[in-house]
C-alpha cells in the first residue's frame, strides 16, 4: 500500500521548535519533488514550502520565509520540515504532499497536528 | 500572488443533483488549474488538473471547464460520497501556489 506518514507534531509554546517528518512506504519519495501543505483548524487550505528532487530548488510560503526550513533525505525516502521560531498563527495540521507531472499535489499524507500555545 | 476566490461558499444539493462550483482568479492562471475533494478528518484528493483533465481513478460525474480567470467544477449527479470540501489551485505563476478558499457541497 501506498503511504506517506507525517509525524513530529505536538504542543509547542510560542517561540519554540519542532521538526516534522513525512516518511514514504511503498512509494518511491526520492522520484518525487515534495510539499509540505498546512491547514489551521476549521479553515483552508495553504501552501507552505516546495523541494525539488535533487534539492537544487526550494520555494517557500512568505508566512515562514526565514523561520521553516525544507529538506530531504532520498536514502531515507524522507521529507522533512523544520520549523522554528513557532508562532500562533503556525497552529495547523501539517501534510506532506507529493508534485505531479504539473505542479499540483498529487498524493498527501494524512497530516500531523501542530499546536502552538502557551 | 494569485488570488483565488471560490462561490458559492456553500452549496446545498440533493442526492443524484448537478452541483456546479466556481473559481476566479485574480489574474490569468491560463489553464493551469486544479480541483480538490476533502473529507472530515481526511487529506485532500486532487480530482481536476489543467482545468479539465480528471486524476486517476477519479469517476466521469466529475468534470472541470475554463481557462484564464473563471473556472468551473460540475458533479453531475451527486453521491453520498460527493458531500464534502472541495478547494481550487493555481500553479500557472508560483511561487506561491495558492488555493481558494473552498465551497462545501452539503445534502439538501
Do not use: H
Amino acid at each position: 500500500e501506498v503511504q506517506l506518514l507525517e509525524s513530529g507534531g505536538g504542543l509547542v509554546q510560542p517561540g519554540g521548535s519542532l521538526r516534522l517528518s513525512c516518511a514514504a512506504s511503498g512509494f518511491t519519495l526520492s522520484s518525487y519533488s515534495m510539499n509540505w501543505v498546512r491547514q489551521a483548524p476549521g479553515k483552508g487550505l495553504e501552501w507552505v514550502s516546495y523541494i525539488s528532487i535533487s534539492r537544487s530548488t526550494i520555494f517557500y510560503a512568505d508566512s515562514v520565509k526565514g523561520r521553516f526550513t525544507i529538506s530531504r533525505d532520498n536514502a531515507k525516502n524522507s521529507l522533512y520540515l523544520q520549523m522554528n521560531s513557532l508562532r500562533d498563527e503556525d497552529t495547523a495540521v501539517y501534510f506532506c504532499a507529493s508534485r505531479g507531472v504539473e505542479p499540483t499535489f498529487d498524493f498527501w499524507g494524512q497530516g500531523t497536528l501542530v499546536t502552538v500555545s502557551s | 500572488e494569485i488570488v483565488m476566490t471560490q462561490s458559492p461558499a456553500t452549496l446545498s444539493v440533493s442526492p443524484g443533483g448537478r452541483a456546479t462550483l466556481s473559481c476566479r482568479a485574480s489574474q490569468s492562471v491560463s489553464s493551469n488549474l486544479a480541483w480538490y475533494q476533502q473529507k472530515p478528518g481526511q487529506a485532500p484528493r486532487l480530482l481536476i488538473y489543467g482545468a479539465s483533465n480528471r486524476a486517476a481513478g477519479i469517476p466521469a460525474r466529475f468534470s472541470g471547464s475554463g481557462s484564464g480567470t473563471e473556472f468551473t467544477l460540475t458533479i453531475s449527479s451527486l453521491q453520498s460520497e460527493d458531500f464534502a470540501l472541495y478547494y481550487c489551485q493555481q500553479y500557472n505563476n508560483w511561487p506561491p501556489l495558492t488555493f481558494g478558499g473552498g465551497t462545501k457541497v452539503e445534502i439538501k
